[in-house]
């Protein structure tokens, strides 16, 4: 069980993405998690490994984006629906 999510956001990402963002940071702390919010413009495995307390993070970005190989990354990498 995951007790704190990363979530990113894409610099490239489509429109809304700060109701997306509240509605996420919203979920996560009913559920008495904690998050923290990172701003990239490409995913990179190796800087998202530097935060070894994050368990899973929560793309936000562009149909571009969500086609991210988590296999790549140290943690699991997932879409706002699959939270």
Excluded: C, Q, W
Excluded at 15 to 41: D, N, P, Q, W
Excluded at 62 to 73: A, P
Aim: overall charge positive; glycine content about 8%; aromatic content about 10%.
């Amino acid at each position: 069980e995951v007790a704190v999510f990363g979530v990113l956001i894409g610099t490239l990402s489509a429109g809304r993405r700060a109701e997306m963002l509240s509605a996420l940071t919203r979920l996560i702390r009913a559920r008495g998690r904690k998050h923290y919010v990172f701003l990239m413009g490409k995913l990179n495995a190796a800087k998202l490994a530097n935060f070894t307390e994050v368990g899973a993070y929560v793309l936000l970005g562009s149909s571009e984006h969500s086609l991210v190989d988590s296999r790549d990354f140290y943690r699991p990498v997932v879409t706002p629906y699959e939270l």
